[in-house]
């Protein structure tokens, strides 16, 4: 912490450099292998792809990993490789980022758009079960924060209805529900015709700057999901340069182009090697952010239910607003003011005038996820940060609440 400094409202401990909201941590070796890779000779779909392929498969224990260039491509070919369409409806969470409901669009289908659950934000079964019709083909339920949801339930429904599980995993890479990586759950009960799909992107707990991966144990499926994320091209399309490849391809469905280059998959073998390591250090933070935390009676803190490794993406509090002089986005600024990034997880899908002006909602019609949307703001987690930087952020954050404490 810098000291004191005189600055707009209610004084009190300030930092001297600006704390970022984010950081990717990027060692040498991932450097390394970039550079090895420009200068290989092949720097798109290749070899270091298949290998990351094989590793992510193996670390998750599924059958197939099928990479892609984001989670919303993938999240969009495992819904049109399971032949969702026009007149299907797909339900999603609300509190969650518009990728996950996008892509239902994209795809001609409907996006239900239920509410969450109070302690965790995820998915609420007894929401997605109130939503199930006949035209109901599909669930994504969203790990939010690298919280789990609840599994279990979700796949009895599943079963019980007849309708597929896409798992957004965006956030919990390295998450676990009952001892079992998240990822690898999609057989449960049997029928492995399910899929999860990872985020890579710039912020999350393993980048390669922008990418993904989608998760299976069905043989066809993981086939159909590569054939359309390569403009619908037969498979091994993308050896066509190679000495093993032929010029020869055939296009058998209106596929996209979601393909991972060499240059993210070397950077995604090394960090999924350091994986372990960094997941180690989001959770010694995340900790110290509770123990920090924990008698600040103005904040509600993120919750871990037992029987979950969660993966600590995000470090999501909630403001007592009730208790507190000042709104969400007071807070915010004097964070801001006094060199704290934050930011907000998410703006509830029922809000954003897309979805609000397409269903009519009135924001009273998801009573759980909007309460908690008012007080959300997520603080700074991630590996490049410091003990010390959790403690001068615990510090001013109780510092601000203390000063406008609604007495
Ligand atoms: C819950 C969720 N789903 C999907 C995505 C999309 O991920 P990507 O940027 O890799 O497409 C994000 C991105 O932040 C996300 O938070």
């Not at 070919?77 to 409806?89: F, K, R, S, V, Y």
């Not at 900790?287 to 103005?298: G, K, S, T």
């Amino acid at each position: 912490m810098a000291g004191q400094t005189e600055i707009a409202t209610f004084g009190g401990p300030v930092r001297e450099e600006i704390l970022p909201f984010c950081r990717p941590d990027i060692s040498q070796a991932e450097i390394d292998e970039v550079v090895d890779t420009l200068k290989s000779g092949w720097i798109t779909t290749g070899p270091k792809t298949k290998i990351f392929e094989q590793r992510f498969a193996e670390y998750i224990g599924a059958r197939h990993a099928v990479a892609v260039n984001s989670c919303t491509g993938g999240l969009h070919i495992a819904l049109a490789a399971a032949g969702i369409g026009p007149g299907d409806e797909v339900i999603v969470p609300t509190m969650t980022f518009c990728a996950t409901a996008n892509v239902v669009v994209h795809l001609g289908a409907t996006p239900i758009i239920v509410d969450v659950e109070s302690d965790t934000l995820n998915i609420a079964p007894e929401r997605v079960v109130a939503a199930i019709g006949p035209r109901t083909k599909a669930i994504i339920p969203v790990h939010l924060y690298g919280h789990p949801c609840d599994l279990e339930t979700i796949y009895e429904i599943a079963r019980k209805y007849q309708l597929l599980v896409i798992e957004d995993a965006a956030h919990a890479i390295a998450a676990e529900w009952r001892g079992q990586r998240i990822g690898r759950f999609s057989n449960y009960l049997g029928d492995c015709r399910h899929a999860t799909v990872f985020s890579f992107y710039a912020t999350k707990n393993l980048t390669t700057a922008e990418g993904g991966m989608i998760t299976t144990h069905d043989d066809a499926y993981a086939e159909q999901m590569r054939i359309w994320g390569l403009h619908g091209m037969t498979h091994d399309a993308w050896k066509r340069y190679t000495s093993e490849g032929s010029w020869y391809y055939e296009v058998v469905i209106p596929g996209f182009k979601y393909n991972m280059t060499d240059i993210q998959a070397a950077l995604g073998l090394h960090q999924l090697k350091r994986l372990e390591e960094m997941m180690q250090k989001r959770y010694r933070l995340a900790m110290r952010y509770n123990a920090a935390l924990r008698d600040v009676p103005e904040l509600q803190l993120p919750v871990c239910r037992s029987g979950v490794r969660h993966a600590w993406h995000l470090y999501p509090i909630r403001l007592r607003l009730e208790l507190l002089k000042i709104n969400r986005a007071e807070f915010i600024e004097a964070l801001r003011e006094r060199g704290i990034c934050t930011s907000v997880h998410f703006i509830p899908l029922h809000r954003q005038p897309y979805y609000q002006e397409r269903f009519g909602f009135e924001l009273s019609d998801f009573p759980i996820a909007e309460a908690a949307y008012q007080s959300l703001v997520s603080l700074p987690l991630y590996t490049q940060m410091t003990e010390q930087d959790v403690d001068d952020i615990a510090e001013i954050s109780r510092h601000v609440l203390t000063c406008n404490r609604n007495k």
